[in-house]
């Protein structure tokens, strides 16, 4: 923030308050809403209980869908996970033909509109058979999580100096030891934070799941055929759960990169 | 240990020729300098040597084998950066206990090895720490037993010297020199530092836009240079005009001044430099030539000619070299 007229700082100032605020409201009106008595929607409410985690916890379905997306999650943040890794490492360190066509490959899911990858995720599912199974929908998740990982590990490799890998390679270290016993150590907190951010990803993720999950149900996807549906307090619940869930994992990797040092690049 | 052999070896980026039709033999248990100023494409050769790198053309053989397309584990070389490049997880004796590791070498052997090879770099009583709590001259240490840990046939420094203070790398050189003549390894070191390439090696080569300009001992680099670049490179150049047309070059220890009236060419004190033993002067010079610069350099005794002041200026023929 150098430069700039007193007017011009104030005015931004104001409009990244307003914009905080905006964002933030929804979240401070839910979370109360959540442990509200009453029996419809209401703010603010007028009494405080627990009967909509009751509600959410003794339903089978949001179980099911609880399961459903942690199992899903799970799996393809594990898989974007090492994918992404992996093509980060290839395009930061290799220079080969059709490097950045590969590197807007990868890239793509997070830059076309999420209606399109959707669709061509649908056809492409179908096409193969996975339509409505799970397996389908671990690739798509895999898929639209890469990007992700790939922004992260990218900055965490291009940041760590090549020849202490090339020494490395000198000393006799295969390849596939050095990343183990020493590339890896070192981008430990980014691999955290990367893992967590496609996780989550995975884990809010509706758009993508509605088109192809078939009878899957997911906890997003229930949110919001329950909001098509009807206006039941249990969402409430369901999102400061979701809320609650974000917000201690994003604590983590910002605990976990400011120790490492790392955060600025990575936010950066 | 083992020779080192190039043969027509180049190296383009596009355009850019970062090595160009380099030839070079440095005998087993030799050290050898590379020298030359930035870009000149002396972490390309050295990179080409280690196999962090193919060449587009040209063969390179270690101990007489071809390892042109060997890839670098199978080179046996000891590396060390400037950067140091050291394994920031681990600890000092973790990091020099690595090239063992990949070696199936452990346990108690392995432990005496590596602290055998910090005892070398001077490096006792530190095994615990990690690199961060070393200072610039520690880590540089540890780069090198871990470099030399597992005799290695080659030692290849990169400027091992060049992120430390003056006091601190001449202090290293002079233990760099000891620790190479004690293990008998051949060695190559990358510099554009000429007096550490004088003072350390068998032989110096002179690199300049990828191509060889020189490779001689550091003596007859530095009086007798191959051409203008290598005279201009390795220290100050006096050139003087020859009767034959030539040019030739005059260092400034063989320049001698005196009070006018003992030679007979006289020449302006543009500036006196006190060196400690030595006064460098920058001299203009007044007949033949008027006003062509000259250095000299003169051991310092007693009193030093004044700025502005004038004096005699002579040298031997004998200390002429044509370039
Ligand atoms: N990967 C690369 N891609 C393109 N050009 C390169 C690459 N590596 C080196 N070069 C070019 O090759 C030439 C030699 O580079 P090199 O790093 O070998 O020089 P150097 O003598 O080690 O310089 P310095 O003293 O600055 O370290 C330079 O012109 C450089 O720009
Ligand atoms: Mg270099």
């Known amino acids: 923030m150098t430069g700039g007229s007193p007017w011009s700082r104030r005015a931004l100032a104001a409009v990244g308050v307003f914009g905080l605020v905006f964002l933030t409201v929804p979240l401070l009106i839910v979370v109360p809403m959540s442990f509200s008595s009453a029996r419809a929607l209401t703010f603010p409410p007028p009494g405080f209980s627990l009967r909509w985690y009751a509600a959410f916890f003794g339903d089978p379905r949001w179980m099911d869908a609880m399961w459903t997306s942690a199992a899903l999650a799970s799996l393809s943040s594990i898989a974007a996970l090492v994918l992404g890794s992996l093509a980060a490492y290839g395009l930061r360190r290799g220079s080969f033909a059709g490097r950045d066509w590969a590197e807007g490959n990868f890239m793509a899911p997070l830059i076309v509109p999420t209606i399109i990858a959707a669709i061509a995720l649908y056809l492409g599912l179908a096409k193969v058979g996975l339509l409505g199974s ?135 | 240990m083992s020779d080192i052999r190039l043969e027509g070896v180049s190296k383009r980026y596009g355009p850019v020729a970062a090595a160009d039709d380099v030839d070079l033999a440095v005998a087993q248990g030799e050290f050898v300098t590379i020298l030359g100023p930035s870009g000149s494409g002396k972490t390309t050769l050295l990179s080409l040597i280690a196999g962090l790198n193919r ?188 009767e034959d047309g030539r040019t030739g070059l005059v260092r400034p220890e063989r320049v001698r001044i005196g009070a006018i009236g003992t030679a007979a060419k006289t020449a302006r004190v543009v500036e006196a430099i006190y060196l400690g033993q030595m006064v460098r002067y920058h001299l203009a010079l007044e007949n033949g030539a008027a006003g062509a610069p000259m250095v000299a350099a003169v051991p310092f005794v007693g009193r030093a000619f004044a700025t502005g002041e004038r004096v005699a200026v002579s040298w031997e023929a004998a200390d002429i070299w044509p370039v």
């Open chain 1, 134 to 268: 799970f397996i389908g929908l671990v690739v798509a998740h895999t898929v639209l999580n890469v990007p992700l990982v790939m922004m992260v590990m990218g900055v965490a490799i291009r940041e760590f100096d090549l020849r202490i890998e090339q020494v490395a390679w000198s000393l006799g270290a295969s390849w596939s030891y050095t990343v183990a016993k020493v590339v890896l150590p070192n981008l430990a907190p980014s691999v955290f934070a990367a893992w967590i951010f496609a996780f989550i990803g995975s884990f809010d993720e509706v758009i993508v799941t509605s088109f192809i999950a078939g009878r899957y149900e997911t906890v997003p996807k229930r949110m919001f055929n329950e909001l098509v549906l009807e206006v039941n307090p249990t969402i409430t619940a369901v999102a400061t759960l979701l809320i609650g869930l974000t917000v201690l994992a994003l604590a983590a990797v910002t605990v976990i990169l400011g120790r490492a040092g790392k955060l600025r690049p990575t936010l950066a």
């Open chain 2, 55 to 242: 060449p587009t053309a040209g063969r390179i053989f270690i101990g007489g084998r071809d390892v042109t397309d060997a890839p670098a584990q199978e080179r046996n070389i000891g590396l060390v950066f400037q950067s140091y490049a050291l394994f920031p997880h681990m600890t000092v004796l973790e990091n020099v206990l690595f090239p063992l590791g990949v070696r199936k070498i452990g346990g108690a052997v392995a432990r005496s090895q590596a602290l055998d090879a910090l005892k070398l770099v001077r490096l006792e009583g530190l095994e615990d720490r990690r690199p961060s709590q070393l200072s610039g001259g520690q880590q540089q240490r540890v780069a090198l037993a871990r470099a030399i840990v597992f005799k290695p046939d080659i030692l290849l420094l990169d400027e091992p010297l060049g992120a430390l203070d003056r006091k601190l790398r001449e202090e290293l050189q002079v233990e760099l020199k000891q620790l190479q003549r004690t293990l008998g390894v051949t060695t190559i070191l990358v510099t554009h530092d000429q007096e550490e390439a004088l003072s350390l090696s068998d032989r110096i080569m002179v690199l300049d836009k990828g191509r060889t300009q020189q490779v001689a001992a550091p003596a007859e680099a530095y009086l007798k240079p191959a051409n203008r670049f290598v005279a201009e490179f390795l220290g100050i150049a006096n050139f003087v005009g020859l």
